[in-house]
């Protein structure tokens, strides 16, 4: 990261108790060796144990990473930089609105038989990773499951973590999957209206979709980080890790670049 960056890193980034007074272990390495060492991994697709040995031991920013997954600092640390990169533009803090759609992505052989699965509509033999974007494309939510899953199971769970987390969305767009119970079951249990924007019959090709094509363009966001070309994480919600620090990647640099 560049200094500038660095300064907008710090300012999202949890405090440690130790540093507040209120106990716990001084940490032994720099936050920002940490940081940089996570983010290296995920946007180079490395493994653990190629760390260069410009960064800290590998087995030290895995304990990093994993300590910051299993306590929740990790979705803390990106809620806070989506909701600065939102009102940079303007934007109140909490949407209103949102895109749902599902990514599969092929399986490395790390990934267990019991989360993984085939499916049939991409032909894709590994997991799916469904989320929930605002207007501007940054990420709401977002859950991993098996490839076999389809859109609208997993789409009850989704849109009722969106709900748990974000209780102003009213409204989410979406793709022909969704259509069904999903519909109703939405509008009744969440009060969200889950419009699906359908592509029409008389168009081939490539075509923009209106508000979809923005869940598309977080997906291509994602794919700049090679760790997640592939799934390669044992457990679903180290995979969800991974894309919150892909993400928080994106919103970081972006506002490192209005600061200038």
């Known amino acids: 990261m560049s200094d500038a960056e660095w300064a907008v890193v710090r300012d999202a980034m949890p405090v440690p108790c130790w540093l507040e007074g209120r106990g716990g272990q001084p940490e032994s390495y720099c936050h920002r060796q940490m940081v940089d060492a996570v983010r290296y991994l995920v946007a180079g697709g490395i493994t653990w144990r190629a ?125 022909g999957g969704y259509t069904g119970r999903l519909v109703d079951l939405a509008r009744d249990a969440w009060r969200i209206a889950l419009t699906v924007v359908r592509r029409s019959d008389d168009t081939s090709g490539f075509t923009v979709l209106p508000k979809r094509w923005l869940v598309e363009r977080t997906f291509a966001w994602l794919m700049h980080s090679r760790r997640l070309a592939r799934d390669y994480e044992t457990r679903t919600d180290t995979s969800e890790a991974v894309i919150k620090w892909a993400m928080s990647t994106v919103m970081s640099r972006r506002l490192a670049r209005r600061a200038r």
């Open 51 to 175: 760390m260069p040995a410009d960064f800290p031991a590998w087995d030290r920013v895995y304990a990093f990473f994993r300590r910051w997954r299993d306590k929740g600092l990790t979705a803390e640390f990106h809620d806070r930089l989506r909701d600065r990169v939102r009102r940079a533009a303007g934007r109140d803090p909490e949407p209103t609105a949102g895109i749902i759609d599902a990514q599969s992505v092929k399986a490395a052989a790390s990934v267990p038989s019991a989360t993984r699965g085939f499916d049939g509509g991409k032909k894709v033999n590994g997991r799916k990773r469904h989320i929930v974007v605002d207007t501007l494309g940054l990420l709401l939510t977002v859950m991993v499951t098996a490839a076999s899953a389809t859109d609208r199971d997993a789409g009850q769970t989704l849109l009722a973590r969106l709900r748990e987390r974000h209780w102003r969305v009213t409204r989410v767009w979406a793709d």
